[in-house]
């Protein structure tokens, strides 16, 4: 729906708190994007990534036509192509020897098209999606007590709720227009109190009054400790467990008794903060716990999230204002792709595929040859197969196996050897076209036109609001014209994506009377214009009801077999042991402003300014022992792989733990995949990998020189062991290394090739070299080489290249690696969105600035999107801290 003739409401495609979005289309051609005040998600707010939607539209890096072997073809030989070895290798080696892999970033219906044509016509249920390494844990979680993958309850209740509690959640950089609700939930309740269980000290934690650091995957006993502690405590709801509840005794059993000293022991947690964080769990009845990756992607994921669960059923807490478990989504559509049953071991509509009469209604409705009757491959089973040559036909969209699945140099490998394999994409960047036999150009955002589930089960339009460039066509269309082209034409012969939101939302509504939990039948006869103006609503809304706030379970009504909630033991078992070699536990995850692979994120220059190479989070003492300073390169080393990256010594992180972020890819970094190191290990219950925890080594690499560059061309190689490269305004920063002598001339020759007005200092025979080169007054490149890592102001030179025009003298200035004293260094970017950095919020935080606030009014960071306000908060809370320390050594002395 158009709000005027130039502004179209839709939804960001990033995270899982799918916020409305208002994209404009401004008369030059331009967009420009901000949150949609009248979205229930968001009210008008929008992340430091949503508020940069408009910079990433570029076609620059676009794939616009159909590829057979890298070569442009059209799209009727692309497709027949296609369809005809689906169907070969369906012929000779049945259904089960071809599979889809896909993912929570494509539209509804694009993800019902591709279910309905694997497991009712191919016949396999051979499709799996991303959404198998985030949200596996949760939906087997909720199924195993609930019967059914349900959600209970509403972003509201985090704002309603007395405690929140965040495990293995960084809300603050993957959720932050949730966070900014919860923190201005926490500010309008002073007796609201928030609990981080993470074992690092994130920016979530600017808001905790308590953080449990607790060693790694060690959740499981917590949680069983309080579910103990709260049978002890005599804060159980029995009236609660009796009428809608089953297995308890065998779960409080399991759980043993509440024993601090022991808990303490296997948590690494204090005793004090076990008993506070029991105690206020105890005493607060508006508890809402949020969980995501740091419970979900461990072997022992499923029972991480029953263990919570557990909590919530004893004590009554689910599906009241302020009270309930709550499984935050990643991915945009991570919620819808679960709805039309996504999943290798799910069906349509929340139906089970173990179930004849599910299967039989699926059929019915489908009016199909065929409907799966087993599970399919699960993700890392799925490429092992691939690997072994059982998959002679794949098809991969919207995702990137070979970035982002554990041992992802063995999924390289077995793309590699896999017989047929057909990518949809956007982007020339993505890592999937070097196994493409045929690439087919996807719409994207902006130019496709869908729904969208998001975390608290609300569904949204995404609207199309530009024209489909080159001859991109929408995922679900590719789908169904090989469906058609497979021979099934009557069930693949969609108009648009209404049509095929009306079937299904019609098949939810099928043979259902209230036994399933996903619904929208009010929507199944919603004509092609309704849909068009479709405002977001939360399901389950059945035929002929109004759309109304929703929770469930406050009264029972779950869909086991005896319609009770089922309580799953849920024993502890001892992390993963690690073994002398390799001592140190890797954990993975996001930072605030990239989005996975970066092929969207990693475009802009604003974006890449919080954060620009990739880089593995130490403990002090740990890289004392190792003898790493800070920006040393360290190697992470498992069984599987290893990455090259640069030391960030914290004690943000535990002794013997290390972090490196998911990000960076060989497009961006010489050696950074860090799911090259991840061990393929998972969950025996979900199948998803335990990408949090594994055991590696951690080790300094000497390097004999490092250089730091700004570049306005990208260059066509980068001859340093070790790279990383981001985006600037006018260009590109390098960072790079090498180990062995070079000579810096012609390294800078080969990076910045046909440099002519060259400007030099320094002796390359004594290991340092700066040097610039001019076209006209126009710098083109700065180069900075040392012994050492390279001392520059990075967010100075970074300028350079955006800077005004410089001629004679005053080139000079180029190489002193440095602001002028008339231009202070503002430091490292904390807001991306007016480019304030840690600098110059400690100076205004020394004149007297002394609240976020403060600092909003004196320099405008955190004003906007205000993504960056825990850091803000961190930093405040780090120098009042420092002025403290300085006091009482001032009266100490
Ligand atoms: N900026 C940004 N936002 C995103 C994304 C992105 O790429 N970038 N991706 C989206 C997607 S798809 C997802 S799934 C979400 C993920 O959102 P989150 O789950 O919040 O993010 P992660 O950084 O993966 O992991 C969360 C935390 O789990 C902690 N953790 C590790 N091991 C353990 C453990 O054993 N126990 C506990 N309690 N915690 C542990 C980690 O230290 C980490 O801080 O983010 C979404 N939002
Ligand atoms: N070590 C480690 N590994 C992880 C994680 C972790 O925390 N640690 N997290 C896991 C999780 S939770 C997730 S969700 C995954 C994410 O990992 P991936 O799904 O592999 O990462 P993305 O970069 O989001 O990949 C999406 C791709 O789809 C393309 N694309 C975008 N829009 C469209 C579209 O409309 N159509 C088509 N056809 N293509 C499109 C993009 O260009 C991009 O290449 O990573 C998982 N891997
Ligand atoms: S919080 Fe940010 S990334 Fe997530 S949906 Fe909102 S604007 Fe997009
Ligand atoms: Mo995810």
Redesign the pocket.
């Given at each position: 729906m158009t709000t005027d003739s130039k502004t179209t409401r839709t939804t960001c495609?990033y995270c899982g708190v799918g916020c409305g979005v208002l994209a404009t289309r401004q008369d030059d051609g331009t967009v420009s994007v901000t949150g949609d005040p009248d979205h229930p998600a968001n009210f008008g707010r929008l992340c430091s990534k949503g508020s940069a939607l408009a910079e990433t539209l570029s076609l620059d890096d676009r794939l616009l036509y159909p590829e057979i072997a890298g070569e442009r073809a059209g799209w009727d030989t692309a497709l027949d192509l296609v369809a005809e070895r689906f169907s070969t290798a369906v012929r000779d080696h049945g259904p089960d020897s071809v599979a889809f892999y896909v993912?929570?970033?494509?539209l509804t219906e694009d993800y019902y098209v591709a279910n309905k044509l694997m497991k009712g016509f191919i016949g396999s249920a051979n499709i799996d999606t991303?959404s198998r390494?985030?949200m596996a844990s949760s939906v087997a979680g909720h199924r195993r007590a609930f019967g059914s993958d349900t959600v209970p309850g509403t972003y509201v209740d985090l704002e309603q709720a007395d405690l929140v509690v965040l495990v293995g959640s960084n809300l603050a950089w993957c959720h932050p227009v949730l966070f900014q609700r919860l923190e201005a939930a926490k500010a309008a309740n002073p007796a609201m109190r928030v609990v981080v269980i993470d074992p690092r000290r994130t920016a979530t934690c600017a808001i905790a009054d308590l953080h449990l650091a607790l060693k790694p995957d060690t959740d499981v006993f917590l949680f069983n400790g309080l579910l103990a502690f709260l049978s002890e405590a005599d804060a159980l709801n029995h009236n609660y467990i009796k009428r809608f509840t089953e297995g308890f005794e065998e779960a409080i059993q399991a759980a043993g008794p509440c024993e601090i000293g022991l808990i303490s022991e296997k948590t690494g947690l204090s005793r004090q903060d076990i008993a506070l964080f029991y105690k206020m769990v105890a005493r607060t009845e508006k508890t809402v716990t949020v969980y995501s990756?740091g419970v979900n992607?461990s072997v022992v994921g499923t029972d991480k999230v029953n263990a919570i669960i557990n909590t919530h059923l004893a004590t009554g807490r689910i599906g009241r204002a302020g009270m309930g478990p709550f499984s935050v989504t990643?991915?945009p559509n991570a919620m819808g792709g679960r709805e039309v049953g996504g999943l290798a071991n799910m069906l349509a509509g929340h139906m089970v595929l173990e179930n004849p009469n599910h299967r039989q209604i699926v059929q019915g409705f489908w009016n199909s040859p065929v409907i799966a009757d087993k599970q399919g491959l699960k993700a890392v089973d799925l490429f092992k197969a691939v690997g072994d040559g059982r998959i002679k036909a794949l098809w991969i969209?919207?995702?990137?196996?070979a970035?982002?699945?554990?041992d992802a140099d063995g999924v390289a490998a077995a793309l590699k050897d896999c017989p047929f394999v057909v990518v949809?994409?956007?982007?020339r960047a993505?890592s999937s076209l070097a196994f493409a036999d045929v690439v087919l150009p996807?719409?994207?955002?902006g130019e496709?036109d869908g729904t969208v589930t998001n975390s608290e089960r609300r569904i949204s339009r995404q609207r199309q609001f530009l024209d489909l460039p080159g001859e991109v066509k929408p995922?679900w269309w590719q789908l169904s014209e090989v469906g058609r082209r497979m021979g099934f034409a009557d069930a693949f012969s969609y108009r648009g994506p209404a049509a095929i939101f009306r079937e299904h939302a019609a098949l939810s509504d099928y043979q259902n009377g209230g036994t399933r939990d996903f619904d929208i039948g009010a929507h199944k006869d919603i004509s092609d214009t309704v849909f068009d103006g479709l405002t977001p609503f939360q399901w389950p809304q059945p035929a002929e009801t109004a759309p109304k706030e929703t929770r469930f379970f406050g009264q029972g009504g779950f869909f086991t077999g005896g319609r009770k909630a089922v309580f799953v033991p849920t024993a502890f078992k001892v992390p993963r042991k690690r073994a002398r070699r390799y001592p140190f536990a890797l954990n993975?995850?996001?930072i605030r402003d990239q989005?996975?692979?970066m092929?969207?994120t990693g475009k802009t220059a604003r974006l890449t300014s919080h954060i620009a190479e990739p880089f593995a989070e130490l403990h002090p003492q740990d890289a004392a022992r190792l003898g790493i300073a800070p920006a040393d390169l360290v190697e992470v080393t498992s069984p599987h792989g290893s990455v090259l990256v640069r030391a960030l010594v914290t004690d943000r992180v535990g002794e013997g733990e290390v972090f490196v972020p998911?990000h960076w890819t060989d497009h961006l970094a010489s050696s950074a995949r860090?799911?090259a190191v991840?061990a393929p290990e998972t969950d025996p219950q979900s199948g998803q990998p335990g990408?949090k925890f594994t055991p590696v080594q951690v080790a300094k690499r000497e390097m004999a020189w490092f250089g730091f560059a700004v570049l306005r061309q990208r260059p066509v190689t980068i001859p340093a062991p070790y790279w990383a490269l981001a985006p600037v305004e006018g260009g590109y920063r390098l960072e790079f290394a090498g180990e062995t002598e070079t000579d810096f001339k012609a390294l800078a020759a080969a990076l910045a090739p046909n440099s002519q007005d060259v400007l030099r200092i320094g002796d390359d025979a004594g290991g340092w070299l700066r040097l610039a080169n001019w076209s006209g007054d126009v710098l083109q490149s700065a180069m900075f080489f040392s012994r050492e890592p390279v001392d520059v102001s990075r967010q100075w030179a970074c300028g350079l290249l955006s800077a005004e025009p410089v001629s004679g003298a005053d080139r000079a200035g180029v190489l002193a690696g440095r602001a002028p004293a008339d231009r202070p260094d503002p430091g490292a970017i904390v807001c991306s969105c007016f480019q304030i950095g840690s600098n110059q919020i400690e100076t205004a935080a020394r004149c007297g600035a002394a609240s976020v606030r403060a600092i909003g009014e004196t320099l405008k960071a955190g004003t906007n999107c205000g993504s960056c306000r825990s850091e803000i908060q961190t930093l405040l809370n780090e120098i009042s801290k420092e002025e403290l320390d300085d006091t009482d050594i001032a009266q100490a002395s």
């Open positions: 495609p993912s929570g970033q494509i991303n390494l985030c990756q992607q990643g991915q969209m919207a995702t990137s196996p970035d982002s699945l554990p949809s994409e956007v982007s993505a996807a719409a994207a955002w496709k995922d993975t995850g996001r989005w996975h692979t092929t969207r998911m860090i799911d991840v990408s």
